[in-house]
């Protein structure tokens, strides 16, 4: 038995049999795990409200030998979502987060910038102000995992979009120019293209002090939910309310 | 093809459908209700169907009840100006244990749940919303969980009927009943100033 103690995300919990709760907890030293937390739901010594999807925790677990399942021995929140006021919005935006983590990470591969990148994300998402970090998170989360494509040239032909619109589609991998771009494609706006250089350049404190509203890199998000969605051949449910709020 | 006869095979997939049973507990149930007597297996199966056919949601509160509408929404005793929201209808058995409180209730049938998919639709907002209109509602308590899902949908609601003449409030958060302030999360305790009172 190997006895862990690290920073940790909570990604999402499962009831399981009786009280217990089956945890994902995307660990800064193990990377993601999954692990029983048992009697979770009637002892809150152990856990307190530390279990919400999204709450930043100080973790101890256990490895058991020859078992795929950790050990949850008991969580300390360092940062709770419950600590600031909460709206449909940002529930989303939480949720969406755990989603994508839970979707694109492989187990026991620790990322470290992956988990900077959810702490800063996590602490600009509040009320009134989730738009700008989904976006960055989703930017860069794409791009650390591997799957983003060209930002600034057609996939086809290698020209710069030299201040047109680029054009992305649902079955394909890219950036297309308009002379490349497949039928029933979506374009990407030049503003949007712009945004997306910005954010690989900057800080997400950099990008917290422009204003933001739900248009602004609404088709830079979809482009991106739509690569996240194909890689992982799974839907985003949480993505789904994006959309629906004009986002 | 299956390791067992064709109706034993059918229970094992039924009960694997239940949550927190596995292929594997499924199969010893099943194998349990096999040994049975004829008497005992026929009660499980008979409160299963009765269960399905005799009770349905309250058309007023979404409770779940044998009567229409249910024991609270018919109760002239009971305060109709008054209402309750909670997510399930279970959470109306722990605020009746209280016996503190004498108004209806009005039953969501779940919260807003991004990850899974959950959204305004799914749950019976339109309904309240309908009898906040009809306007003889004075308050109308918001009883869903201290959770994300649960503030989320408590202030998806608010928002809603924000504007109506109908006072509109939420139950308190804070330090459990007996425990230690010494032992309060962060949160909690934020919670329980924020929600402090006059004495
Ligand atoms: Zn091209
Ligand atoms: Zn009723």
Known sequence: MTLHQSEAIVLRTWPLRESDLLVSLLTRDLGKVRGVAKAALKSRKRFGGALEPMTY?????????????????HFEAIASPLALPIDYLRAATLGYYAEVLEN??????P??????????????SQVGRCWMPVTYFSLWITRLIGWLPETDR????????????????????????ARHKKPNSSALGVDSLALAQRMLRDSICAMSEEPWTRQSGRDLRRFLVRTLERHTERRLNSAEVFSRMGG | M???????????????????????????????????TEQDAFALADAIRDLKAQLHLCSICHNITDVDP??????PSRNQAIICVVEEPSNI????RTKHFNGAYHVLHGTLSPLNG???DQLRIDSLVERVQAGSLQEVILATNPTVEGEATAGYLLQLLRGTPVRITRIATGIPAGADIEYADEVTMTRAMEGRREL
């Open chain 2, 2 to 36: 299956s390791r067992f006869a064709q109706p034993l095979t059918q229970l094992i997939d039924e009960l694997s459908k239940l949550p927190g049973i596995g292929r594997k507990s499924a199969q010893r149930l099943a194998f349990h209700i096999l040994r049975a």
């Open chain 1, 154 to 177: 057609c996939t086809e032909c290698g020209q710069n979009f030299a201040g047109e619109a680029a054009y992305f589609h649902g079955l394909t991998d890219g950036l297309s120019c």
């Open chain 1, 111 to 124: 990322q470290d910038a992956i988990f900077r990148l959810t702490l800063a994300v996590l602490e600009q």
């Open chain 1, 104 to 109: 694109v990470l492989p187990d026991h591969d």
């Open chain 2, 118 to 120: 959950i959204g305004p």
């Open chain 2, 70 to 75: 249910c024991q609270f929404c018919s109760n």
């Open chain 1, 57 to 73: 925790v100080d973790a101890a677990y256990a490895e058991r030998p020859r078992q795929e399942l950790v050990r949850m021995d």
């Open chain 2, 93 to 96: 058995a722990s605020i009746e």
